[in-house]
């Protein structure tokens, strides 16, 4: 995983509450068996005025002009602004991996469903918690004529608004290591390999029906 | 000191290892693996040389791609057929236990987990789809993961976590006659919000719980995650017990008598502290219809599609205007009014022989409604169908003009041939009802097997108890 650095980038505003991950990723694209090329079918049913298919080209495709990520303020947006309770619904990994795969890097929104939160660090995605007061203004400055841009420190754990404000943000310290190094998760429980052995005997013991062998 | 929930017993027991702040490496017994959600970590594993620890932990099946009808000529679609050939290949090379697609004990991963014994009381179970949540009925820690994680998992048999916080729903008294386990979860669903448990483990308790059969605690745990809970749990009892007695992976003898001493223990201390409780009475819930996009925008059956002025939040306001423009729907308009254009009864929330039984017995000798374009029944499991066919449900469905189906995930999530059209409006008995769930622009609400089964007949909702 590539490790997270500060940076300065531009905000796209979703104004909607309980963003799914269908819609973040509808189902016809999860047939692929790769983790890349989701991008272009990022919200793919809000973003075009066709039904997509995978496979196709999607820059011959009717965008929906009403659509934030087709407004023209937004383009190159690195920073999602979003709703309560973003990413609810499937699992799928896929929904982190079009997001990532489009350009987004941080995710701001008052509350996200648990396990989208949890696979956006594994894929170096920052999803940020904010209150609902401090996202209404954010909301706000976002939709005026100029796009918001904000700076974006892991490490001081930090958003920095063009004007000056700077907004802390909470993020929990194993996670941002992780991010801020780019750790990949495995190698870090496999250095653990002696504490599960022994687990696995314990559990042998007292849980032998655990371990039968069909 | 205070007693343990359920849940602090179920994590202790499978801690392998805590850091200072917390995070916990967690020891997970089964894993469930379908074909969407495991080809890439797959991958990862043969990208970083690393075999499974543990194989025979995992169970592994198609489901989502899955065509429910002609299985024998293969899958059409080149994209799905590859994903589900890819699933094959992977279980041979890395020698993981396969049923697949024509195996007869094939279908949904959530129904054959617990139908094989394979989900066990006390486990800890995982898989790539957040409705892993179900086999929490059985009184096992079992939530949804990730892509990433489902490669973890194969590498180490391990999870990285942190605890969540305890949360009990009672529903105390009598659930009435035509009120389901469907209906209980979306009336909670309803009462504390698709994101009301998130952060939580919600524990299911009170009489109705212990009331509920365990397809109905299945039912009841798999739309725990559409309350944003990652896992739900019902305390082990009798009715757990004689469920996973026999079944094929189940401890047999000695070995069972041992298991059964551990399993008993699986029940919250009546001292235990929760750090919320929410309270509900069975009594007063009736059988429930979603009106919008999000599974808590619901209605009892004999209410009306609620009016967005009347909502004093904006964000939440403009929520339910646009799900009624998506739905096609008038504030006012009473649910029975609501015609329908296809229904649907499967999925890993309803699927079960009980669910089946429930459905035909409102429809025997009956037909659909002429405005009821189709009607798919399709059964959990292959075993689940073998099952209904001995029981001659399959009949009863035929003869109603219902469509008798090969099992899979199908129209829940529409990632076979079976779908809505644009604008077409369905009575389901699955989980999700966001925008283009069962196809695009398709409208989706969702009711227990009884109340798909009696809007097929009468072409519209009707009040199940009544019919």
């Given at each position: 995983m590539q490790a997270f650095n500060t940076f300065t980038g531009i905000v796209c505003?979703l104004?909607?509450?309980?963003v799914?991950t269908?819609a973040i990723i509808?189902?016809?694209f999860l047939?692929s068996i790769k983790r890349t090329g989701f991008g272009p079918n990022l919200f ?25 990520l087709?407004?023209?303020?937004y383009q190159g947006a690195q920073i999602l602004l979003a709703?309560?309770?973003f990413g609810c619904?499937s699992s799928r990994e896929h929904a982190p991996w079009a997001l990532a795969d489009y350009g987004f890097r941080v995710i701001i929104a008052?509350s996200f469903a648990d396990i989208f939160y949890n696979n956006c660090f594994k894929n170096g995605l920052l999803p940020i918690v904010l ?18 841009e904000i700076t974006v420190d892991l490490a001081a754990q930090t958003l920095t ?6 907004i802390p943000f909470d993020v929990d310290p194993f996670r941002k290591q992780c991010l801020l190094e780019g750790l990949d998760d495995i190698g870090l429980t496999l250095r ?23 | ?20 702040d917390?995070t ?13 959600t495991s080809p890439q970590a797959f991958e990862g594993l043969r990208l970083a040389?690393r ?77 790539g ?15 949804g993961i990730g892509t990433s994680e489902v490669e973890h998992v194969l590498a180490t048999?391990?999870l990285i976590q942190k ?305």
């Amino acid at each position: 995983m590539q490790a997270f650095n500060t940076f300065t980038g531009i905000v796209c505003p979703l104004d909607r509450a309980n963003v799914d991950t269908d819609a973040i990723i509808p189902k016809q694209f999860l047939k692929s068996i790769k983790r890349t090329g989701f991008g272009p079918n990022l919200f793919d049913e809000w973003r075009y005025l066709d039904h997509g298919e995978p496979g196709q080209d999607c820059s011959q495709r009717p965008l929906n002009p009403d659509f934030a990520l087709n407004d023209p303020r937004y383009q190159g947006a690195q920073i999602l602004l979003a709703r309560e309770n973003f990413g609810c619904g499937s699992s799928r990994e896929h929904a982190p991996w079009a997001l990532a795969d489009y350009g987004f890097r941080v995710i701001i929104a008052p509350s996200f469903a648990d396990i989208f939160y949890n696979n956006c660090f594994k894929n170096g995605l920052l999803p940020i918690v904010l209150d609902a007061e401090t996202v209404d203004a954010l909301f706000g400055k976002a939709g005026g004529r100029e796009a918001l841009e904000i700076t974006v420190d892991l490490a001081a754990q930090t958003l920095t608004l063009a004007d000056g404000t700077v907004i802390p943000f909470d993020v929990d310290p194993f996670r941002k290591q992780c991010l801020l190094e780019g750790l990949d998760d495995i190698g870090l429980t496999l250095r653990h390999t002696d504490d599960i052995k022994a687990y696995e005997a314990r559990r042998r013991r007292e849980a032998p029906w655990l371990f039968q062998e069909r | 000191m205070c007693g343990k929930t359920l849940y602090d017993k179920l994590w202790a027991e499978h801690v392998v290892r805590t850091d200072e702040d917390g995070t916990a490496l967690l020891y997970i017994d089964r894993h469930l693996v379908h074909e969407v959600t495991s080809p890439q970590a797959f991958e990862g594993l043969r990208l970083a040389g690393r075999r499974p620890w543990r194989p025979h932990a995992a169970l592994a099946m198609p489901d989502h791609n899955v065509p429910t009808v002609n299985r024998e000529q293969g899958i059409e679609d080149p994209i799905s057929r590859l994903q589900v050939e890819t699933l094959d290949e992977n279980c041979r090379t890395f020698d993981i236990p396969e049923f697949s697609m024509t195996d007869p004990r094939q279908g949904i991963v959530h129904v054959v987990g617990p139908e094989e014994g394979a989900t066990l009381p006390g486990m800890t179970v995982v898989c790539g789809d957040s409705h892993t949540s179900t086999h929490g009925a059985f009184g096992a820690l079992a939530f949804g993961i990730g892509t990433s994680e489902v490669e973890h998992v194969l590498a180490t048999q391990c999870l990285i976590q942190k605890k969540s916080k305890n949360m009990r729903v009672r529903v105390e008294g009598k659930a009435g006659t035509g009120v389901t386990a469907k209906d209980i979860a979306l009336a909670i669903i309803g009462e504390i919000g698709t994101a009301g448990g998130t952060g939580y483990v919600i524990e299911f308790a009170g009489e109705a719980i212990r009331d509920l059969s365990m397809e109905g605690r299945m039912t009841l745990c798999n739309m725990t995650i559409e309350a944003g809970a990652r896992a739900g749990l019902v305390a082990v009892d009798d009715k757990t017990l004689e469920y996973v007695r026999g079944r094929p992976f189940a401890p047999r003898e000695d070995l069972w008598e041992q298991a059964v001493a551990a399993w008993r223990e699986l029940h919250s201390d009546a001292d235990a502290v929760f750090d919320r409780e929410v309270v509900l009475d069975a009594a007063a819930i009736v059988p429930q219809v979603t009106w919008g996009t999000s599974p808590e925008m619901v209605a009892p059956v004999t209410g009306r599609v609620p009016d967005p002025s009347a909502e004093p939040i904006e964000v939440k306001a403009e929520g339910m205007r646009r799900a009624l423009a998506y739905m096609g729907l008038e504030a006012g308009t009473p649910i029975t009014e609501i015609a329908v254009d296809k229904v649907f009864i499967g999925s890993c929330t309803n699927s079960r022989i009980e669910d089946l039984r429930a459905a035909a017995a409102v429809i025997k000798g009956r037909r659909k409604a002429d405005n009821v374009r189709q009607v798919l029944v399709v059964p959990g499991s292959g075993l689940v169908r073998r099952q209904a066919e001995a029981e001659g449900l399959d009949r009863i469905f035929i003869d109603a003009g219902f469509e008798w189906r090969e099992p899979g995930c199908s129209m829940c999530l529409a990632m076979n041939a079976d779908r809505l059209e644009p604008g077409e409006r369905c009575a389901s008995t699955s989980n999700r009802n966001f925008e283009g769930r069962q196809g695009p622009g398709g409208r989706t609400h969702l009711v227990s097997p009884e109340m798909a089964a009696a809007a097929a007949i009468a072409g519209h909702f009707v009040d199940v108890r009544a019919f």
